[in-house]
């Protein structure tokens, strides 16, 4: 059909398959609690690196690329906001709530002054840096969820992806309107966001089954 030499469609009479979306993983409330409890024992350079890496993707929902390229300009305390460069190059805004507030503000004034310098947040120390303005690469971070995780006691599989998923579920389970969830993890389309939607639904089958 492209090239012009088929007069017909010969897929147009397909229907498109239906493909189950993936199992979404997500850490229970006793878990997250858990494995803040641990970062926040940690009080070396890398550990208190590694408490302010879990608890802004725990707190924000941010994707791991938001984190690791958000800027030290982009950061707006006051309005308990930041900018971050999201998918496809969107900027956009996220909301800092009260508990990540306090986190930065002391990160920033003990901490951050003896990381490298960079425009970044995340300054890594690490000697051998391979990203731009010495920040942390993808597989950076992920060491650090997962040595959160792992160090806490929590079983399971840690990736950044999964405080994400944690984070968009809870919204849901709390009633918040899918659009509203829908700005806050920063999706392009709403469909995106309904995948979550489900996780609801199996707290309703839930509940009903342990009536009988």
Do not use: C
Request: proline residues 7%.
């Amino acid at each position: 059909m492209r090239t012009g030499r088929a007069g017909t469609d010969p897929t147009a009479g397909l229907e498109s398959p239906t493909v189950r979306p993936p199992d979404i993983d997500v850490y229970r409330p006793e878990q997250v609690e858990t494995i803040l409890a641990h970062t926040a024992s940690l009080d070396d350079q890398r550990g208190r690196l590694r408490d302010v890496i879990v608890r802004s993707l725990r707190f924000t929902g941010m994707r791991s690329v938001e984190l690791r390229t958000l800027r030290l300009d982009a950061l707006d305390l006051a309005a308990g906001e930041a900018r971050v460069r999201g998918k496809a190059e969107r900027w956009r805004t996220v909301v800092l709530p009260p508990p990540l507030l306090a986190t930065l503000e002391q990160f920033l004034a003990e901490v951050r002054p003896g990381l490298p310098d960079s425009p970044l947040l995340l300054s890594n120390p690490a000697r051998l840096v391979t990203t731009e303005h010495r920040g942390f690469g993808p597989e950076a971070v992920h060491r650090e969820v997962e040595l959160a995780g792992r160090d806490a006691g929590v079983p399971g599989r840690h990736f950044p992806h999964r405080w994400r998923h944690t984070f968009a579920t809870e919204l849901v389970r709390a009633g918040v309107d899918i659009h509203v969830v829908q700005r806050l993890l920063g999706h392009a389309s709403v469909q995106s966001t309904v995948h979550y939607t489900h996780l609801a639904v199996d707290d309703l089958k839930r509940s009903v089954a342990g009536l009988w």
